[in-house]
């Protein structure tokens, strides 16, 4: 199946969506507005990944399996090497936020800095690290944003390649683009 714009109606109604993108390409937020349209269950992996001290739960894997087990859901797309083909091999619809690197630069620092300024609570008791760290920290965020920006576009490349007809891929680009499809599928007229 060809990759899908703002504008090809859905050949299905979505029942296991995933949001691919980097950090801070707005996949949460897209996720949430797809699981309100057509009231799927949703879950934030990154919920499930951080324990306490951002230490990864042992129970994760297990806890998504379980979610992705259901008939319906939406989720993001992420933790591959924590999760395998557990959530692309279960997935119908992916929803791809292939933004450029300047506006998700843009909203993962703005993001990062409003969390930090507000002392924002995380998950499961974390906040984000003190600023000084996007110069010590090879993981942080923002850096983390920058250097993987292009990865999404590989493992949706993989994922028609092993699935081809069995997942429709919508890719987006730009808040524009997001902004027009969320209402579309709210109006109902993607599904047409």
Known sequence: MPLLTVADPLPWVPRRVLVTGTSGAGKT????YIAAAL???????DALHHGADWQPRPTFADEVAAFVAQPSWVTEWQYTD??????????DTVVWLD??????????TGRTLRRRWRREQLWNGNTEPPLH?????????????????????????????ARGEQV???RLCGRAQVRQWVHRLREGSLLG
């Open 99 to 108: 933004h450029p690197r300047r506006l998700v630069m843009w909203q993962v």
């Open 39 to 45: 009231g799927l269950p949703r879950v934030e992996l």
């Open 82 to 91: 924590k999760l395998g083909d557990l959530l692309w091999g279960r997935a």
């Open 133 to 161: 760290t996007l110069l010590t920290d090879p993981e942080h965020v923002i850096r983390w944003a920058w250097r993987t920006h292009g990865k999404p576009g590989g493992r949706v490349a993989a994922l028609l390649e």
């Open 168 to 170: 429709a891929v919508v």
């Open 29 to 32: 937020t897209l996720s949430t």
